[in-house]
């Protein structure tokens, strides 16, 4: 039940009105309310009541300033508009005409980076390896994998993502705290292990943005191969002087609150054009035509089920589809690629010598700031079979 006193909450796009003395509330889009205002200064026509403005002479954008209880005798509520204007609508309109009568709102993606942090240092100092562990290379007690690894997989499914402070240096220890002894790293054109720095000796097909010092904004990576490794993790070796700074963003929930929440019709465009990935470099050449929204086969787009996302700036190849459907594919790209570049939807952190961020690259976009001075990441694929038959047993 909602607390009595609440009329209204609004949202960005839409205002949730809750109706007396039930359990309903109904969501409406503000553009919506502002076009049925049933006023007589300027809506309806004070004879004959019917509609004299168009939708057209109202902004897309407008908003309510305030929602209180209507005074007028009335029982319902009054909007004052970001335009200036004032309306009321009362209740049993509002019941009559309710479009989207509880419906639940989907979430925004996760931008807090603490629910996605585990410091392992808090782990070895709750479980210190026995004699026999330090042995066998391992830098926990049994007991203490088993929770390290639970809090891992916790936040990976809730989240798509984990940032692990304090894990140290030794890379190839670490790639089997996330696979088992007998299963081994993804390699790509790169190499088994990349080392990202701008003098870097030991990968190959280094002439591509990661090996520079540029900002590199978000994407996922190798979108250009038919199935790209479902895991990676960065270690920070060395951070930078100055930047390069990470940041995340969590495109399947934000392909969904697109869908859901701001534009329908873009979100199916993503799922349905495809478009082309084209890696082309000295020595590496990948092409790979597909929708930047790949769904589960079976879903559809009236009940769509993700299964990865695609999404590469610097990859992408001129795109080509009909003349009339091109600039609303645009329009749909952009509209999705903007919500996702903005900070507030964002997993925004530094790494400091490490420390290591391990993400999922179906989900998750990933990305950092330019920067200056020696900075050495190490960068890692796995399986993500693997990696749950693993953390998750």
């Known amino acids: 039940m909602v607390p009595e006193h609440t009329l209204a909450s609004i949202y960005s ?6 109706f007396p003395a039930t359990d309903d509330h109904a969501d409406f889009h503000h553009f919506w309310l502002r076009h049925n205002c049933p006023c007589f200064n300027g809506c309806r026509h004070p004879q004959t009541g019917e509609r004299i403005i168009d939708s057209t002479q109202i902004p897309l954008s407008v908003t309510p300033k305030q929602v209180v209880k209507s005074e ?15 309306s009321t609508y009362s209740f049993a309109f509002l019941n009559e005409y309710a479009y989207a009568r509880n419906r639940q709102a989907t979430p925004l993606p996760v931008s ?12 070895l100092e709750q ?22 690894h639970k809090a891992i997989a916790e936040r990976f499914k809730l989240h798509g993502a984990v940032v692990i402070r304090n894990r140290g240096l030794d890379t190839e220890q670490i790639i089997h705290d996330f696979i088992a002894e007998d299963k081994e790293v993804i390699s790509s054109h790169f190499g088994r292990i990349e080392d990202l720095r701008t003098d870097n000796k030991t990968n190959s097909n280094t002439d591509q943005l990661g090996y520079t010092n540029h900002g590199v904004d978000l994407h996922t990576d190798l979108p250009y191969m038919e199935e790209a490794p479902g895991i990676q993790f960065l270690q920070c070796i060395t951070p930078a002087t100055e930047g390069g700074d990470s940041y995340l963003v969590n495109s399947v929930q934000s392909a969904l609150y697109l869908r859901n929440e701001l534009d329908r019709h ?7 054009i495809p478009i082309q990935f084209d890696r082309k470099q000295a020595k590496y050449q990948k092409s790979l035509r597909t929708p930047i929204i790949e769904l589960t086969p079976g879903s559809t787009l009236e009940e769509p089920t993700i299964r990865k996302i695609r999404y590469s700036y610097f990859t992408m190849a001129p795109h080509q589809t009909s003349f009339e459907l091109m600039e609303e594919w645009y329009r749909a790209y952009n509209r999705f690629s903007s919500f996702v570049r903005q900070p507030e939807n964002q997993l925004r952190f530094s790494l400091k010598s ?3 961020v391990l993400y999922n690259n179906y989900q998750m976009l990933h990305a950092r700031t330019g920067f200056s001075g020696p900075r050495h990441f190490r960068g890692v694929y796995l399986n993500i079979d693997d990696f749950l038959a693993h953390v998750d047993a």
């Open 13 to 18: 796009t839409y205002l949730r009105v809750y």
């Open 72 to 86: 007028d005798g009335v029982e319902g509520i009054a909007i004052e508009w970001d335009d200036g204007h004032a």
């Open 112 to 123: 807090d980076t603490s629910k996605v942090e585990v410091d392992f240092q808090e782990y």
């Open 127 to 148: 479980y210190p390896p026995t004699q026999e562990d330090i042995s066998a290379g391992h830098p926990l007690s049994a007991e203490g994998f088993k929770a390290y």
């Open 266 to 272: 873009a979100f199916d465009l993503l799922a349905s």
């Open 354 to 356: 490490g420390d290591l």
